[in-house]
């Protein structure tokens, strides 16, 4: 009976829900069904991000050129004070920005496709 006590959290913004009665199973149960959802989908959020990886730098390749086959260059509409003059910069960064992004939406979806 005690352990039971202990597990419960003692620091909670709606502590009624935790005192000792009927209700304080249901509100137990919410809690811990809540955490492995929670686990489960971002354990698969994970997998599925490691799953669209070829399909990431597919779509990071693609990104880093025109549809002509010309490298995509920066049209500034202001000049910084230091300009960072390395030729590879903006390429490096448009393929790290579409990489990360098809593996974050890939990921999330195969996440919301399993765990339904």
């Known amino acids: 009976m005690t352990e039971e006590f202990r597990n ?3 620091v909670t913004l709606r502590f009624r829900k ?9 509100w137990k149960n919410q809690r811990e ?12 959020a994970i997998i599925g ?5 070829p ?6 390749r ?3 050129r025109y549809q002509g086959g010309v490298p995509i260059v920066p049209q500034q509409r ?12 903006l390429t490096r960064k448009t393929f790290r920005w579409y990489f990360f992004g098809t593996c974050f939406v890939g990921g999330l979806s195969f ?6």
């Not at 202001?78 to 910069?89: I, R």
């Not at 996440?111 to 339904?116: E, H, M």
């Open 8 to 10: 419960d959290p003692w």
């Open 18 to 26: 935790y005192m000792a009665g009927p209700k304080r199973w249901a």
């Open 33 to 44: 069904t809540k955490k492995q959802y929670q686990f489960t989908f971002w354990t698969n």
């Open 49 to 53: 991000g490691f799953l669209t990886v």
């Open 55 to 60: 399909l990431a730098v597919w779509v990071g």
């Open 62 to 64: 693609r990104a880093q």
């Open 78 to 89: 202001m000049v910084h004070d230091f300009v960072n003059l390395d030729p590879g910069y």
């Open 111 to 116: 996440a919301y496709y399993t765990v339904r």
